[in-house]
């Protein structure tokens, strides 16, 4: 009996430390330049509000749900730590695009230009838009993050269809309820902010489902790739721990 415990505490034990601390790798750099550009993009396309008939959404729903997808693979296969750093990293570079962009329509136009008040119009962002836009993506890409380590360590890393949709439907939710109110809360009606938000965080989510065969088979490639699948064992989901290694 008393081996029999030896060598199960034992086997605890190798499980708790067996995950392999990640390591910097071109694959994640990769992810995280991916996942900056589809945050940047996002950004530039959240201003368009799209009439799909019986909803509304808006441009971001192209490409923002990409971040989510890739924001669960780098949990999932490097852990919390390493999504922090990119989400943090992808706020960074989406700052520094936001800025670039203002200084960009703040130059004096060529007389023989007369594309100023267009390009004012699609990258004009207000402070307001993109405030909300910058805190939205902390919140909800952090909640996703977090949501997904949790769950791994709950379920024992079993069910990652599961917890991917789980996880981005937290994520989404709380990205859309803390966008929406800033941006447009006495700009828009508040029932078409309602229905932005159910929409938005609804369709997000759909796009992750449909992406999922896709998102497994990548998940899949990393672990072996990277010899890693790391648990969340000990570690500090303090979101601002940007160099928690």
């Not at 952090?142 to 981005?168: C, D, E, I």
């Not at 109110?181 to 449909?210: C, M, N, R, S, W």
């Not at 790391?230 to 928690?244: A, G, H, N, P, Q």
């Amino acid at each position: 009996m008393l081996g029999n415990h030896f060598i199960f505490d034992l086997f605890e034990n190798i499980k708790k430390t067996r995950i392999m601390k990640a390591k910097f790798s071109f694959t994640f750099l990769l992810l995280s330049v991916f996942f900056s550009v589809f945050l940047i993009l996002a950004n530039l396309l959240e201003v368009k509000i799209v009439d799909l008939g019986i909803m509304t959404a808006t441009g971001g729903l192209i490409v923002f749900p990409m971040s989510y997808i890739i924001n669960d693979c780098i949990v999932e296969v490097y852990g919390f730590r390493y999504a922090r750093l990119a989400i943090w990293l992808g706020f960074v570079m989406n700052l520094i695009a936001v800025i670039v962009i203002q200084l960009a329509i703040l130059l004096p136009p060529d007389s023989s230009w007369s594309g100023q008040a267009a390009f004012e119009s699609v990258f004009g962002s207000t402070a307001r838009i993109l405030f909300a836009s910058f805190i939205a993506m902390i919140c909800g890409s952090m909640v996703n993050a977090y949501v997904m380590s949790k769950m791994k360590l709950g379920q024992k890393g079993r069910h990652f269809s599961f917890r991917a949709v789980v996880s981005t439907l937290f994520g989404e939710t709380v990205d859309s309820c803390v966008f929406f109110p800033i941006a447009f809360y006495g700009v828009l009606p508040d029932a078409t902010i309602l229905a932005l938000i159910t929409t938005q965080a609804g369709l997000k989510t759909i796009y992750e489902i449909i992406a999922l065969p896709l998102t497994v088979r990548v998940v899949r490639f990393l672990n072996q790739r990277e010899n890693l699948d790391t648990y969340d064992y000990e570690v500090s989901y303090k979101w601002w721990k940007i160099f928690d290694f």
